[in-house]
């Protein structure tokens, strides 16, 4: 058996290591846009898997194709036995990291060289997932060491390099690689906790659906004072036919979508006060929607045109644009069938469009929702562990963004505890400048991670 003193205090003599390790994953700009260096990715990908073999794990990085042909990007595949009969659980990350967006926005000369400010590490992967990622060989590290050199269950750990981009060949490789993955518990960890020092389980998340909507109201450009007046410019048009998407409350106004005024009894209270200081919103603009805070979170949906093509200003002329296509992307509600989302919007866009402007509208991602519960044998040990591992009772969250893959990994492995666990804050801002991981959490989510496994092999004293 393992005491959780023994836990806590290994890994508190680890934990300079652990911050090491961090340092040195964020150095490699392991970002998997194509438009980056995807040699980096491997790079990646191949210390990954070191840090994993040091830890006493068998390790490989692999890769399997895409539907599409493309290849997909490497991943890193580990797995140590437990004892005979004792749980299989499968643990997932992902190494690969956001573009850095704009570099002068970011308070270091570099984002890909980690630096620390009072409880802080700064850097692009800090926390999504570069924490998550070194969590796992240092857990399992340790708990071979209490444990004579042996871990208390079965452990499989696939770590994967291309989350941040819609993970193309995730299905692929799950089938590739079905046998190998099976297990009674799925962890996965890349979600957040409620707030600095008090860790949470996710029990819900949004889908996302994405489409580009293209406008066309000629089939050449115009000059804008010969001609505008009678005929209206795409972008314009474009403009007017977005506005219709929300009410004047802000709520999402499409027909047909699966919407919950009121988020589930068990999510804690999220105050107007508190979610205005953690997203920045600047003093007198309005929140939109109705309803309770949470549910507009994380139970109804949400759209946001994320990309729209329009002449930038230094190109700009008196010109009629004759076409324009905007990016919608819309969160849905658990619930919600991504393919009838997409059909609603749709329907939507094409029964508003502004004075008869051809409308052309191309599906790019449909994503479904996760709805789960942590009243699961799994999911109470995982409550015990982050309360002992954080000293602070845990609690169930939604997300209102998106893992599209973990339905994926329900309707593969059916059979599957899936736990979603989390190493970002409301102040980590993953895929924005200054992301950054809050080390105090870091050593508690290891701490948490190990007894979770221990308790799940039966080898903890409570």
């Known amino acids: 058996m393992i005491a959780v003193d023994s836990i806590r205090a290994?890994?508190?003599d680890a934990f300079p290591t652990i911050v090491s390790d961090l340092t040195d994953l964020v150095a490699i700009p392991s970002v998997s846009a194509a438009s980056h260096d995807q040699a980096q990715v491997l790079r990646s990908a191949e210390h990954v898997a070191s840090l994993l073999r040091d830890a006493g794990l068998e390790a490989e990085v692999t890769s399997v194709d895409c539907p599409d042909g493309t290849p997909g990007r490497p991943a890193v595949l580990a797995h140590a036995d437990?004892?005979?009969?004792?749980?299989?659980?499968?643990?997932?990350?992902h190494h690969d990291v956001q573009p850095v967006g704009d570099p002068s926005a970011w308070q270091q000369a570099d984002p890909f060289v980690a630096e620390r400010r009072?409880?802080?590490?700064?850097?692009?992967g800090t926390s999504d997932d570069g924490a998550g990622v070194v969590t796992h060989p240092h857990a399992l590290r340790i708990l071979r060491e209490l444990g004579g050199g042996q871990l208390p269950c079965s452990v499989t750990v696939y770590i994967e390099g291309e989350e941040e981009v819609g993970s193309p060949s995730f299905e692929a490789f799950l089938a590739a690689h079905r046998d190998r993955?099976?297990?009674d518990v799925i962890i996965v960890a890349d979600s957040s906790n409620w707030r600095v020092g008090v860790p949470a389980l996710t029990t819900s998340l949004r889908g996302v659906v994405q489409v580009d909507a293209r406008i066309d109201v000629l089939d050449h450009a115009l000059h804008s004072g010969q001609y505008g007046g009678p005929v209206l410019d795409a972008v314009t048009t474009?403009?007017?036919l977005v506005a219709t998407l929300h009410d004047d409350a802000g709520d999402v106004a499409v027909p047909g979508l699966v919407s919950e005024s009121a988020a589930a009894p068990d999510f804690p209270e999220y105050t107007e006060e508190d979610f205005r200081a953690d997203a920045g919103v600047l003093p007198g603009v309005e929140l939109i929607g109705t309803g309770d805070l949470t549910a507009r979170l994380w139970t109804k949906p949400t759209i946001t045109v994320i990309g729209m093509d329009v002449t930038p200003l230094e190109r700009s002329g008196n010109v009629l644009a004759p076409s324009c296509t905007g990016r919608i992307s819309m969160r849905i509600a658990p619930g919600q069938d991504p393919d009838s989302a997409i059909e609603a919007l749709t329907s939507h866009l094409a029964s508003h469009v502004p004075f008869g402007a051809r409308l052309t509208v191309t599906g790019r991602e449909a994503g479904p929702a996760f709805h789960g519960s942590s009243d699961t044998p799994a999911g109470r040990a995982a409550h015990w562990a982050l309360t002992t591992g954080f000293g602070v009772e845990a609690v169930d969250i939604g997300q209102g963004g998106s893992i599209p893959f973990i339905a994926t990994l329900q309707s593969t492995f059916p059979g599957a505890q899936v736990l979603v666990t989390g190493v970002e804050d409301p102040d980590t801002r993953a895929h924005s400048e200054d992301e950054s991981m809050h080390l105090g959490d870091l050593e508690r989510i290891v701490v948490s991670e190990a007894l979770l496994l221990a308790r799940l092999g039966g080898a903890i004293e409570a």
Not at 82 to 93: D, E, K, M, Q, T
Not at 118 to 124: K, V, Y
Request: with cysteine; aromatic share 8%; glycine share 14%.
């Open 10 to 12: 290994a890994v508190r």
């Open 82 to 93: 437990g004892p005979a009969g004792s749980p299989r659980v499968l643990i997932y990350s």
């Open 118 to 124: 009072g409880e802080r590490l700064f850097g692009r």
């Open 181 to 183: 993955l099976d297990a």
């Open 238 to 240: 474009m403009c007017r």
